[in-house]
């Protein structure tokens, strides 16, 4: 036997070859900074030896495994297919999904804008994703959490089986709320599989199995969560008990009125709120007689002087603040330590004001309606903090009188708004919310026929899609003035981009005489005109995009109604055609 030659050179044996996340993490910090003390020869190239020698080792190394388990079949999904031309859209809006950047310049349309308004189309019909492209639409739904639900609806099942193949999708298993094709849906009928389902399933999935048995039976799915409330833990509890919203009823006092001494905070919250959403509650009982306490109308007047035709003053409002926030009232949901800049006595009594049923003041107020309440002055400067705390329960009561009351008249400033130096917080979009679509688009477009768009903005944004008329026609018009006058241009740039989302395609025809370059208005800001004209050309074709849109998801329909046959590849025109569909996708392509 050979002898083997002592090793004098420091360096290590050939043979021995450093592990592998070593390797790795000298290759990622670059071989200059850090080479493995085993790779020999230094630099990239001995490197890559050992990175060679190490693949080879582990492979020659490696020993036969049993197979595993073949995945399971993927779910069928029911729901139709996507005619074809829909289908080619959206692979066209899933290829775009890195967006253009934040650039508004240019007349080509953004297609990461209409890609959400594409998906709630296809799922208003009921179709289903192709296959092929469920891969790229679970990839877009990763990287933008605002098309998720609608991404996931889509999807259906099938989206759910690809997550448990795949790390970066499983955002798809957390979060599925209803709709077609979503857990819980598909097995309502089979209350032993609901319970497993409840019992073992993720959590995403048994958020998705409250919220369907609620939508179905409201009381079983109440009685679901009560089974299991004590062993769940407190973020899930939070997440549970939110979704008691969906048909929230008296039959849920009991339940929620025992999370009010639940051990989380936010749990006890949020059990409040929805009380208070109650207005014949016990909680809202006792809010309400909290909230008259502090509240009197002084009916006080002061008479006319000798002599004169003056008439009486009106009556005030006068407001007595909580002096302390006892026990009851934190177990009620009356948060104790205010914020910041906030006096602790105002932040309680808004809290009591807001949670207290607003059909009750109408008797605290001598029978007036809400229109004449919030017309009263209030003494000694708690106009805002009362009016705030109004607005706050008409929005969580959906009381659509109030709401009306606190907003005021379009043509004038809202009733009782003080400016945000005064302290208000109040939020008119969300007062238009709780209003009829129909009035709500009628109030945003004689706000703006009086006021102009500098303030709209969060209005419109709650308006229905695609805006009705008056309002469509009132925000161009709007925008046509602002151009005329010369207004900076790019202020407008965010109405401009809802008005590409909102409009009713069918305005684009009458839209095309304002994409022309007009003479530049003196004063006007510099390359405005060209703006203008490039903002207004964008705002037609995005329209007239969307308009094709919609007509190729309700192809079937429109096939199905005029009895005709359809041509090959499920297209809906006869072979040997030229379409505004083809059209469109070949100039957006």
Known sequence: MTPTTPNTTGAAPPWIVPPWPELVSAALLGAERRTPPEAGRGGPAGLLDAAALSTVRRRAALRPAPAGERPRRAPDDPRPPLPQAARRRLALLLADRGGSGSSRRGTAPDLTELLPQWLTAAGDHGYRAPEALLPALLDTARGRTDLRPAALALAGPRARWLARLNDDWKFALRGIGGGPGTVGTDRSDDPEALQRLWDEGLFGERIAVLAALRRRTPDAGRELLSRSWPSERAEDRLMFLDSLREGLSTADEPFLEQALSDRSRNVRATA???????????????????????????????????????APSDPVIVVEAPYECDAGMQRDGVVAKAPSGRGERSWWFGQLVEAAPLSGWAERFGGREPTAITALPVADGWRTELHDAWCRAAVRQRDAAWARALLGTPAAPLQGAESAAGGS???????????????????????????????????LGVCAVPWAEPLGGAVVDALDIARDAGSYPWSFSGVMGLAERCLDPAAADRLDMLT?????????????????????????????????????????????????????SGSDHPPGTATGTDAAHDATG
């Open 516 to 568: 022309a370059v007009t003479d530049e208005p003196e004063g006007a800001s510099p390359g405005s005109v060209g703006y203008w004209s490039e903002a207004f050309q964008r705002l037609v074709g995005t329209l007239r995009l969307r308009a094709t849109m919609h007509a190729e998801l309700a192809a079937p329909a429109r096939l199905a109604a005029s009895g005709g046959a359809a041509g090959p």
């Open 425 to 459: 917080s109040r939020d008119p979009a969300k007062l238009l919310a709780v209003l009829p679509e129909g009035e709500r688009a009628q109030w945003v477009a004689e706000f703006i026929a009086a006021h102009g768009l500098a303030d709209a903005f969060r209005m």
């Open 272 to 310: 409040a709120e929805l009380l208070s959403a109650l207005p014949g509650s016990a909680l809202a009982t006792r809010m309400a007689a909290r909230a008259r306490s502090c509240v009197a109308l002084d009916r006080t007047a002061t008479p006319p002087a000798p002599g004169t035709t003056a």
